[in-house]
């Protein structure tokens, strides 16, 4: 039920068109809009009379009563040491709402790789302010204009400004879903992240050798889980004995343990070479994994975390016969990121949810707990650590976790 909730209520809002319309779900004719256009002519039905018809079955638990002020978390100088980089600040929750306007109370939010990168203002030229890409929560109030959501609905959102106990956001950018779970969070940037880019640039099918670098990491996990659901042989790199175990479990046909055996030579066990490769390590990893790409391979690059912290910042890294290499071999390589993508994110992100409510796709989320913007610092580092295992997140609100194991 929580997923055919779901997946009306995210065709409601991504299509304005449909604002009114009540949405007929089975398992028989899918989904249905009513009235179709011959009898809404016939009866003279207008879509405003049923703007609040398309409910989520579950409401979450929300005080009436909204703070006058709100915390968040801002960049005041630009580093890629994220805590020296970032304070919290208290400000004004200025209400009402502009018409089109969400006010989303952050219950999750979601850690990555890339914030030590918006510290140091490497995304959007330094232009933005305040961190985080990713959230759950509940909806606590809306503008005006806006039909087709409300107050006390848990949302997800992936934009920036993630790090607050509240955010303002367009309308528009809210996805309905069944719970704010931290799992939800999990599917966003690091699910999206590796389905649509094993699916976009790696071309993956089946009956591929598919190489995965920090595989038992928070977008790790899933191009390892969705490349064994397309059925390929999957090799994996980790460190550590526990994500060993994890990547096992998650069916991965090699796990390269790093800290007790050598990659290059465990490579060498796929003579032909890997297929497609989701590397996300950079440095001395993107050489191992360009030697060991087969002929018409594909290696694709969502990121470089083994750079993010150097002492001198970010500096671009020479990488000699890299084309001579590719040309060898009629190889690809191509960076991926998300947003680039946005178009491809509801289709993507509907056949995750699918695959996570029917039981196939796991989703792991780091065992050590962080609660409050205060941790959010603490949680950052830790991703960067190499200790993490899964998707790293911080509860925003600690008392609805309680309130959450009581119902």
């Not at 993508?341 to 050590?368: A, C, E, N, T």
């Amino acid at each position: 039920m929580h997923l055919c909730v779901f997946l009306g209520a995210f065709e409601l809002v991504t299509d304005e068109r449909r604002a009114g319309s009540c949405l007929w779900i089975s398992n028989r004719r899918g989904l249905v809009y009513w009235p179709i256009p011959s009898e809404e002519a016939k009866y003279s039905l207008r879509s405003s009379t049923s703007s609040r018809s398309n409910k989520i079955s579950f409401q979450a638990p929300l005080s009436s009563q909204l703070p006058q002020n709100f915390k968040k978390l801002v960049v005041h100088t630009w580093s890629q040491n994220f805590r020296d980089a970032t304070h919290i600040i208290s400000a004004p929750l200025r209400l009402p709402l502009e018409s089109d306007q969400v006010l989303l109370k952050v219950i999750y939010a979601g850690v990555n790789a890339g914030d030590v990168n918006f510290s140091a203002g490497r995304y959007f030229q330094g232009t933005k302010k305040d961190p985080g890409f990713e959230a759950v929560g509940i909806i606590a109030a809306i503008g005006d204009s806006v039909r087709n959501l409300e107050v006390g609905t848990p949302a997800a959102v992936m934009t920036i400004g993630c790090y607050a106990e509240f955010m303002k956001v367009p309308s528009k950018q809210i996805l309905p879903i069944p719970r704010p779970d931290p799992e939800v969070v999990a599917l966003l940037t690091s699910g999206l992240t590796a389905s649509i880019a094993l699916e976009e640039l790696g071309q993956m099918k089946s009956g591929k050798v598919v190489l995965v670098t920090a595989a038992a990491g928070g977008t790790g996990q899933f191009a390892v889980q969705l490349a064994k659901l397309a059925g390929n042989i999957v090799v994996a790199t980790c460190g550590g004995k526990e994500k060993a175990r994890l990547l096992k479990e998650f069916g991965v046909d090699r796990v390269i343990d790093y800290k007790t055996e050598d990659i290059k030579t465990a490579l060498k066990e796929f003579p032909k070479g890997v297929d497609i490769v989701y590397e996300c390590v950079g440095g001395n990893m993107f050489n191992l994994c360009l030697d060991a790409l087969a002929i018409r391979g594909r290696l694709i690059v969502i990121g470089m975390i083994s750079q993010y912290q150097g002492k001198d910042g970010w500096k671009p890294l020479n990488y000699p016969g890299l084309v001579e290499k590719l040309l060898a071999k009629s190889q690809t390589v191509a960076g991926f990121v998300l947003i680039h993508y946005s178009h491809l994110m509801q289709k993507h992100l509907i056949r995750l949810f699918q695959l996570y409510s029917s039981g196939k796709l796991k989703v792991v989320i780091d065992p050590k707990r962080f609660s409050g913007l205060h941790s959010v610092s603490d949680a950052v580092e830790h991703l960067h650590s190499g200790k993490s295992t899964g998707k790293v997140v911080v509860c925003m609100d600690p008392s609805f976790e309680h309130q959450m194991a009581k119902l």
